[in-house]
């Protein structure tokens, strides 16, 4: 009697993916690479087993893809499957630690997103990596303002006032400078103009209006929140979940003393 699949490992990339599949009794069934159009193919054919995966960039549309095929699938922090390999890093040992890993009881899993959640997240998350680009072209600007002797206050109102010396004092600049400089008041204005539109995204988003009302807690952290948590019933208490934002000091405790 052929042995039946009741677990899978499952080490994501691009383009080639690795399978381990065990079975009940924990023998290696199944190890081998897989295309990227393979992987739908394949667990179409097996039957409803448990895949772990590490959660990545990736990990939650191949989580939800693999659900709807009627599969378990519990996505591990890649520093928790790490302990699980045995030997140098290759694609296969990845494969082998991560079926390992997803069998342990204790084992903390992160919740698949939702389409939704990961779309709002997206917008944050652009929205962060267009906040630092302004942040580079303003540090620009005040430095090549400088560099002709005018300076201006730092802050928003700084930015505000640089702009409008570059303004004032066109006469005192070169022409290459002129070019330059307004070059880079351009993409600061658009900068700003694309970090206004995705806020207002962020503001329309229902969800998290409700988190928004908590004292302290304002609606782009609320927004942040609701995205990055898909499912709060995870953590056990408020204090759990401030462990996991960061909000308390990591230990290095050992042989009784405290640090």
Not at 127 to 138: A, K, N, P, S, Y
Request: charged share 25%.
């Amino acid at each position: 009697m052929e042995k039946e699949v009741v677990t899978v490992g499952l080490d994501l990339a691009k383009n080639v993916f690795q399978i381990h599949a065990i079975g009940s009794d924990g023998e290696v069934l199944v190890r081998r690479k897989l295309r990227r159009a393979e992987v739908i193919r394949f667990f179409t054919d097996l039957p409803a087993c448990l895949v772990g995966m590490e959660a990545c960039a990736s990990a939650h549309h191949w989580g939800r893809e693999l659900m709807a095929l009627g599969h378990e699938v519990r996505l591990m922090p890649p520093a928790y499957v790490k302990p699980y390999v045995k030997r140098g890093k290759t694609d296969a040992a990845d494969a082998e630690a991560i079926c390992e890993a997803v069998t342990r009881p204790t084992m903390r899993c992160v919740a698949v997103k939702t389409v939704e959640q990961q779309a709002v997240l997206m917008l944050h998350k652009s929205r962060d990596f267009l906040v630092r680009q302004r942040t580079m072209l303003i540090n620009g600007l005040r430095g090549h303002l400088a560099e002709y002797g005018i300076v201006t206050r730092v802050g928003a109102g700084g930015v505000t006032a640089s702009l409008k010396a570059l303004h004032d004092e066109q006469s005192r600049l070169p022409a290459h400078a002129r070019s330059a400089l307004h070059g880079i008041a351009a993409q600061l204005r658009a900068l700003s103009s694309e970090i206004d539109r995705l806020e207002t995204q962020i503001l329309a988003w229902q969800t998290s209006r409700r988190l928004a009302t908590i004292p302290g807690i304002g609606p782009i952290t609320a927004s942040a929140i609701a995205a990055a948590v898909p499912d709060a019933s995870l953590f056990r208490s408020g204090r759990q979940f401030a462990a996991w934002l960061g909000l308390t000091p990591r230990p290095h405790s050992s042989g009784g003393k405290e640090r």
